[in-house]
T-cell receptor, first 114, second 113 residues
């Protein structure tokens, strides 16, 4: 079945540090890939997405590139801020299987210290 | 409202009792999802509704769990004879058909004593 594997957290960084959160996937079809973010006390919200190989999703300074050859979708940001502290979830969906629900990874907590 | 609304936000119940959790999706969204988020775990898919199609119930963990969606809008997730392992945050999300982006509510935190 479909699955998503994320690096375990928490990830603790100082402000302005470079961030990478690794995400790899297995899928029976050709997936779309997503990063969702959950800020403290809030619901999950879409951060960025990519729908085909070599696409780069970007938002709020975060980027992730859809790498079909390595089945990866790593999240990166060049300079993190305290306000980026949150839990980040990698997810996929495979539309051609007829199932429209997203499959999520276990989440990675990011803590940014001033 | 503008977003997905869930109620109650917190529910504490005794083992063996039944609970109902409600989700009011974004107006016009034809797809509705329920997920469960346990402490330290990822999001576990429970059930998916799309328009008038039969729901995808493949994620429901046992026959104590059921859900319905009335009139293609509001959904209720029911857990019968609750167990301590049912304690979790239950998340509802909705989306425009085929759009890919899910909009989540803030969740209902269930604690079974």
């Amino acid at each position: 079945g479909d699955s998503v594997t994320q690096m375990e957290g928490p990830v603790t960084l100082s402000e302005e540090a470079f961030l990478t959160i690794n995400c790899t996937y297995t899928a029976t079809g050709y997936p779309s890939l997503f990063w969702y973010v959950q800020y403290p006390g809030e619901g999950l919200q879409l951060l960025l997405k990519a729908t085909k190989a070599d696409d780069k999703g970007s938002n709020k300074g975060f980027e992730a590139t859809y790498r079909k050859e390595t089945t990866s979708f790593h999240l990166e940001k060049g300079s993190v801020q305290v306000s980026d502290s949150a839990v980040y979830f990698c997810a996929l969906s495979v539309w051609d299987t007829g199932r429209r629900a997203l499959t999520f990874g276990s989440g990675t907590r990011l803590q940014v210290q001033p | 409202g503008a977003g997905v609304s869930q109620s109650p936000s917190n529910k504490v119940t005794e083992k063996g009792k039944d609970v109902e959790l409600r989700c009011d999706p974004i107006s016009g969204h034809t797809a509705l999802y329920w997920y469960r988020q346990s402490l330290g775990q990822g999001l576990e898919f429970l059930i998916y509704f799309q328009g008038n199609s039969a729901p995808d119930k493949s994620g429901l963990p046992s026959d104590r769990f059921s859900a319905e969606r009335t009139g293609g809008s509001v959904s209720t997730l029911t857990i019968q004879r609750t167990q301590q392992e049912d304690s979790a945050v239950y998340l509802c999300a909705s989306s425009v058909q085929g759009a890919g982006e899910l909009f989540f509510g803030e969740g209902s935190r269930l604690t079974v004593l």
